[in-house]
Structures are given as structure tokens and as C-alpha cells.
């Protein structure tokens, strides 16, 4: 016969821990949500893993971002913000082929830096998905549609303030620079050098000097 004897801690067990969990800087795990994603796309990044990197746990995720897609829409606007000064160039009084040389140099080094996952976290992101993950496709295809219509209105602003030239096709050539960014964006990932990628813009860089005037 076995006497099971009740300790004084099994007798008065500790108390529940209540009220809100430890809180957390939201931009700082927010960061690492986003080198998640960037470094293994949305459907490669596992809860576990996003959870490890933030260090929170599950429930902290969902009860700061809603669910794993929304974490990924706010890591998408937070990497936007890594490129702002880049992309301002599309608003600033510079002519058109110093503006894309702008974009496309600051892509390449955005690209190839160091201390991030290398290439684009939205220029060939979720391109093919599970059909649950089909509003997330689309949420980062209308960001890439956003940008494109800002290489074509820059463009045909250059054409109305005379530095590029009047029979240009607008939208074409932004298909073009935005088809370079993407492209860079493959070759940063398959190991190409800033370098390499700056020999990219440069021959991009002199097609868009062909239709200045």
C-alpha cells in the first residue's frame, strides 16, 4: 500500500498570476516579425517561428496584431518605411532620370545590405500561395500595382515638364524599371554583390536616359 502525503505546497498551491501580460515595445517585435517574413516569405514563417524571433508568445501575437496576416500587412508598412527616403525621390523637383537613378541605386543597396535578409520583401512576395492566403497575395500585388502607377505618373510628369520626351511610352517604361527592381531583387537573393546589382542599375539607369530630351 502506497500513503500519499500532501505537502504544504500542494496544500496551498501558488497563486494564479492575473492581469496583463509583460508589455513589449510593438516596433521592436514588430522588427523581427518583418526579418522573419522577409528572410522566409508568409507561408515559410511558422507562428513558432515569428513567436521565437518576437519573443512573445502566441496569445501576445494575437492579441496585439489579430491574426498572422495582419502582422504581416503591419511588417509590410514597416519595411516600406526602410525605403521612404529612396522612394521620396518621386516627389522631389529633380528631373526624371535623377529620380529613377535614385530608386534604383537605393534599391540595390536596400537589397544587398548586410544586416537584413537580402532582396525585396514585396517585389516577388506571396507570387504563388495556398488559396486561403489569396487576400494576402492580393494585398501585396496592390502594393506593387501602387508603386508602379508612381513610376508612371513620375514619368509622365517629366514628359509635361519637358526633361523626358513627349512620344514616350509612360507606361512601359515604368513597367521596365519596375521589372529591374524585381529582377535585383531575385539576383540579391541568389547571392549577387551590391556591386552587381549597381551594374544593373546603371545599364537601367542609361535606358531611361534614352528618352530624355
Same mark, same amino acid.
Given at each position: 500500500m502506497i500513503t500519499v502525503k500532501n505537502s504544504a505546497d500542494m496544500k496551498?498551491?501558488?497563486a494564479r498570476r492575473r492581469g496583463r501580460p509583460p508589455a513589449f515595445d510593438r516596433?521592436?517585435?514588430l522588427a523581427a516579425a518583418r526579418e522573419t517574413f522577409w528572410a522566409h516569405g508568409y507561408e515559410g514563417a511558422s507562428i513558432a517561428d515569428l513567436? /521565437?524571433? +518576437? =519573443? %512573445?508568445? *502566441?496569445? !501576445?501575437?494575437?492579441? @496585439?496584431?489579430?491574426s498572422k496576416a495582419e502582422l504581416?500587412?503591419?511588417?509590410?508598412?514597416?519595411?516600406?518605411m526602410l525605403g521612404a527616403d529612396t522612394f521620396s525621390a518621386l516627389g522631389? *523637383?529633380?528631373?526624371?532620370? !535623377? /529620380?529613377? =537613378?535614385?530608386?534604383l541605386q537605393g534599391s540595390a543597396a536596400i537589397f544587398a545590405a548586410p544586416e537584413h535578409p537580402k532582396g $525585396? +520583401?514585396? !517585389?516577388?512576395?506571396?507570387?504563388? $500561395?495556398a488559396s486561403e492566403?489569396? =487576400?494576402? @497575395?492580393?494585398?501585396?500585388? /496592390? &502594393?506593387?500595382r501602387q508603386s508602379l502607377s508612381g513610376f508612371a505618373a513620375r514619368i509622365e510628369r517629366g514628359i509635361r515638364e519637358g526633361d523626358i520626351k513627349a512620344g514616350t511610352n509612360a507606361g512601359a517604361l515604368a513597367r521596365f524599371v519596375a521589372a529591374i527592381v524585381q529582377g535585383m531583387s531575385v539576383q540579391a537573393r541568389d547571392g549577387a554583390s &551590391?556591386?552587381? &546589382? #549597381?551594374? %544593373? @542599375?546603371? #545599364?537601367?539607369i542609361a535606358e531611361v536616359s534614352r528618352h530624355r530630351v
Open positions: 496551498n498551491p501558488p516596433e521592436v517585435v513567436t /521565437a524571433a +518576437m =519573443g %512573445i508568445t *502566441p496569445q !501576445s501575437l494575437y492579441a @496585439a496584431f489579430n504581416y500587412r503591419a511588417a509590410l508598412q514597416q519595411y516600406r522631389e *523637383p529633380i528631373d526624371t532620370v !535623377s /529620380a529613377f =537613378g535614385r530608386i $525585396c +520583401m514585396i !517585389s516577388t512576395a506571396v507570387l504563388n $500561395c492566403n489569396d =487576400g494576402v @497575395a492580393d494585398h501585396v500585388a /496592390a &502594393l506593387r &551590391l556591386e552587381e &546589382l #549597381l551594374d %544593373i @542599375a546603371t #545599364l537601367a
